[in-house]
């Protein structure tokens, strides 16, 4: 089993700024869904805004396409369930103003057991199970190259890669590909599924479980998100530097049973 190694927050890299507080932006709102990001901020940085004197009210949006319409239209002020690949699709599709203020926890995707309980039981011809939506699709084929499963295509981008970039098969493994959210009620049904963070989360799968997870790139660690035209506005910042305090950060440290991968900040 492999543990999560968590990024060391180093105090000299937290901010040291006192919270401004925008008195004529007092009440924040933001899209809130059931998975672990929404829960995060409403247990570990709420609390350090409404202490600056802001109110926050959280709006049900489980659908991520949903909350971020809303917060193109101004409906909300900010969410904290994208990483910055499916952010940028969302702007290049949606005509979206959208922009990403900084990273956050993030729970990363990993190999879980499904009738097979370890790696080294792996054998000719097994069937693994993966997500079908692209971007995470992607992420379970570079775990797959991880582990020395599968080649894939170096001449194409690892965020962009699907199973028609697998050039090398040594095991001959068969990947059926399904909605994230199926995955784990089936996981018996293959020898190995590959589950992304909000699901593992969502279907309490024990995080000590994961067989192998994802070094997350860049471009796959959740961010706070605003509309473009807000990015400077006192709240913002207030809401960016509580995730960056010390505060946030003991919390955090205090809160961490493996699940989370949390970035440093500079």
Known sequence: MKKLVIATLLSSALISSAFAFDKDHSTLTFSKSQGPYSELFISGVQPILEK??????GIDLSDLLQADLAL????????VEQHTAYLENFNKTQDGHL???TPIPTVPA??????????????????????NDASN???????????GWIKLDPKVEPSKVTKLDIVE???????????????PA????FAYVVITGSVVYN??????????QEDIAPHLLLQLVVQEKNKDAVWAKDIKDAYQSEEFAKYIKENNTGLWYVPEYK
């Open 52 to 57: 600056q004197g802001y109110t926050v009210k």
């Open 72 to 79: 193109n239209e101004g409906e909300v002020d900010f969410n």
């Open 99 to 101: 922009v990403p203020l």
């Open 110 to 131: 990993g190999i879980y057991p499904g009738a097979k309980k370890d790696l080294t039981e792996i054998k000719d011809g097994d069937t693994i199970a993966v997500p």
């Open 137 to 147: 699709t992607a992420r379970a084929y570079n775990i797959l190259q991880k582990i």
């Open 169 to 183: 098969n040594p095991f001959n493994l068969e990947f059926v590909e399904m909605k994230s959210l199926n995955i």
């Open 186 to 189: 089936v996981a018996s049904d």
């Open 203 to 212: 279907a309490k799968v024990p995080p000590e479980s994961v067989l192998a």
